[in-house]
Nanobody, 115 residues
Framework: QVRLVESGGGSVQPGGSLRLSCAAS????????MGWYRQAPGKQRELVAR???????DYADSVKGRFAISRNKIRDSVYLQMNNLKPEDTGLYYC?????????WGQGTQVTVSS
């Protein structure tokens, strides 16, 4: 079993920055993807950014140039640096990991961008 714990959410004004962190624990036998999704009220959960199995990254078009995903392989952690935040970035951000085809999710951390 894999457990994901997120931290770093909060409230900021438009143009501000936040950094999210996610730490994985448990047995990870084959890490396929690890990254971040978000869900705004009344909308479906969507990909924000993730690492693929080969180390490449994948970003939603709406965050390219503003968000950056990074990781610490030794600690099985992933981070999301979010700059120039916009009100439409508001939502519950979830850490996600895929291990041997199974999906694992964190509990979510709230990001609110408002003036």
């Amino acid at each position: 079993q894999v457990r994901l714990v997120e931290s770093g959410g909060g409230s900021v004004q438009p143009g501000g920055s936040l950094r999210l962190s996610c730490a994985a624990s448990g047995t990870i036998r084959r890490l396929e993807t690890m990254g971040w999704y978000r869900q705004a009220p009344g909308k479906q959960r969507e990909l924000v950014a993730r690492f693929l199995y080969d180390g490449n990254t994948d970003y939603a078009d709406s965050v390219k140039g503003r968000f950056a995903i990074s990781r610490n392989k030794i600690r099985d952690s992933v981070y999301l640096q979010m700059n120039n935040l916009k009100p439409e970035d508001t939502g519950l951000y979830y850490c996600h990991l895929q291990n041997l085809g199974a999906d694992f999710w964190g509990q979510g951390t709230q990001v609110t961008v408002s003036s």
